[in-house]
């Protein structure tokens, strides 16, 4: 059974850093990815990044290009992905989620096409 166990959240001004941890586990494919995503107050959930365990891909929406960083610490199960999220903004405060499935390259960040949710952490940015 697959498993996501987000860790990393809390309260940081504007211009600081966090970066949020999402431990994975019970999954034995191959093209396994795994994703970010956060939703704001009255806000659809919105992808943010994501990372193929094997090959180490990875995909970034445009509003954290060049701020965020994905990574991973293993290509296989049991696996820890990060997200160092330096430069934050008060807009980036949400609740982020962590979630996996066995995609196919090119990677995307669709919500539909992720079946494993963690519980989400709380990123909450002061101005």
């Known amino acids: 059974q697959v498993q996501l166990v987000e860790s990393g959240g809390g309260l940081v001004q504007a211009g600081g850093s966090l970066r949020l941890s999402c431990r994975v586990t019970?999954?034995?494919?191959?093209?396994?990815?795994i994703g970010w995503f956060r939703q704001s107050p009255g806000k659809d959930r919105e992808g943010v990044s994501t990372?193929?365990?094997?090959?180490?891909?990875?995909?970034?929406a445009d509003s954290v290009k060049g701020r965020f960083t994905i990574s991973k610490d293993s290509n296989k199960s049991p696996v820890t992905v990060y997200l160092q999220m330096n430069n934050l903004k008060p807009e980036d405060t949400a609740v982020y989620y962590c979630a996996g499935d066995l995609l196919p390259l090119p990677l995307g960040l669709k919500e539909g096409e992720y079946d494993y949710w963690g519980q989400g952490t709380r990123v909450t940015v002061s101005s």
């Open positions: 990372i193929s365990v094997r090959d180490g891909d990875t995909v970034y």
């Open positions: 019970g999954f034995n494919y191959g093209h396994f990815a």
